[in-house]
């Protein structure tokens, strides 16, 4: 888990920053939450952003799987996507990049946070705001992917560059 409030003062969204407190507030003595931690009613304003991903480790490889979306991700996919894996979504180039971002957040066991555009043909106008919080049944490795994304048009963010699109260190 990522220790100290580094990662929170890097968001610039303070409804990225309420996400993080609450997922904070979730660990206990250097344990990871568990989704059974997450009380819905407590973060009611970030539902129709909210995901839930699984980590489904393959013999070959592993992918990461929707299991819950909300509303909001309709406005982006113009289609469900709970159920769906991340590299079955049309988000194009971006497959990789998540696959990366999620990939991380398990290996490391610690959340991560940044801005891309969402690589979706009809939504490319669009900067996607993003947070990656790690859940675990057993409070150490990480089973599923708690995630929350914001899209602002990029008229309304002044400053983007192609370096903001790095993953976080």
């Not at 888990?1 to 609450?22: T, V």
């Not at 859940?135 to 490795?141: A, M």
Request: charged share 25%.
């Amino acid at each position: 888990m990522l220790a100290g409030r580094a990662l929170r003062h890097q968001m610039i969204l303070p409804e990225q920053q309420y996400l993080y407190d609450y997922w904070r507030s979730k660990c206990r003595n250097g344990k990871l939450p568990s989704r059974h931690d997450i009380n819905p009613a407590d973060i009611c304003e970030q539902l129709p952003m909210v995901s839930l991903i699984e980590t489904c480790d393959l013999s070959e490889h592993t992918r990461f799987k929707y299991r819950l979306a909300g509303t909001g991700f309709w406005d982006l996919f113009e289609s469900e996507i709970t159920g769906k894996y991340v590299d079955e979504l049309p988000i194009g180039d971006r497959r990789e990049y998540w696959h990366r971002v999620l990939s991380r957040v398990r290996d490391l066991r610690r959340p991560s946070a940044g801005m891309t555009r969402p690589g979706t043909p009809w939504r490319s106008h669009l900067a996607q705001f993003w947070i990656r919080l790690p859940l675990s049944e057993d409070g150490v490795n990480v089973s599923m992917i708690l995630g929350f994304d914001l899209l602002i048009s990029l008229s309304e963010v002044p400053q983007i560059h192609e370096a903001d699109e790095r993953i976080p260190a």
